[in-house]
């Protein structure tokens, strides 16, 4: 899944894909703005985390820092 994140929404993209050889999902993000990742990742994490059978921790660890 590839997201892109307009200027009020972090100005980047966000991609989670499947990994060819592990049980994970690889999760990209960049921004072309100072803190536009974490703007970026709040909003995913609003949306993954009704998903209660991910473990999301490192996304929440990544918002907590």
């Not at 060819?20 to 995913?44: L, Q, R």
């Amino acid at each position: 899944m590839r997201i892109s994140a307009d200027k009020d929404n972090g100005n980047g993209w966000l991609l989670l894909r499947l990994s060819v050889h592990d049980p994970v999902m690889p999760f990209n993000m960049e921004s072309n703005e100072k803190g536009g990742v974490k703007k970026i990742a709040k909003s995913f994490y609003e949306f993954i985390k009704q998903f209660d059978k991910l473990d999301i921790s490192p996304i929440e660890n990544f918002l907590s820092e």
